[in-house]
């Protein structure tokens, strides 16, 4: 099985700025603790990280071929990707949203999520764990539907 870690826009500064909102944890280590975490399941992860939306879209689409499901951090684009969604609706891939903050505790806008309605489920406010439990939670997913 293999598992898309698939990062938005601006998330490549992870660990150099605003580490009130967002914790000192980098991209790469983002990488090595799912990467632990996947050894452990089994599981096989590819990571991506892009600012643009169609860059996302381009690797959602890329993913029908050779992922079963991905961990999402849309940032900001959770909150207006219209687009996005239409990627992730019309590939039909199973995808778990993750957030580092808890974005239901911060300004009003980021408390609307327009991805999460076709998501299995959202894992937001726990750092870099966000990421390990969205992990554990969708290959749980993916193997209690394959028998
Ligand atoms: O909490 C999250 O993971 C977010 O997806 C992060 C997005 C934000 O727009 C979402 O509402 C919640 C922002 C990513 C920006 O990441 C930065 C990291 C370090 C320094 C500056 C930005």
């Known amino acids: ?36 975490l996947a050894a452990e399941l089994g599981v096989t992860l590819s990571h991506t990280q ?6 996302l879209i381009d690797r959602i689409h890329a993913a029908r071929a050779d992922c079963q499901g991905i961990v999402f951090n849309p940032g900001g684009y959770t909150h207006t990707s219209v687009a996005l969604r ?14 580092i903050s808890n974005v239901h505790a911060r300004e009003s806008f980021r408390r609307e999520s327009l991805l999460a309605p076709i998501a299995i ?27």
């Open 1 to 36: 099985m293999r598992i898309l870690v698939l990062h938005g826009p601006n998330l490549n500064l992870l660990g150099t700025r605003e580490p009130q909102v967002y914790g000192s944890a980098t991209l790469a280590d983002v990488q090595l603790a799912t990467e632990a």
């Open 86 to 99: 239409d990627a992730l609706a019309g590939t039909a891939i199973p995808f778990v949203e993750v957030h």
């Open 50 to 55: 892009h600012n643009s939306e169609g860059g």
């Open 121 to 147: 489920g959202q894992v937001a406010g726990f750092g870099l764990a966000s990421y390990t439990l969205g992990l554990r939670g969708i290959v749980e997913w993916l193997r209690s539907r394959s028998g």
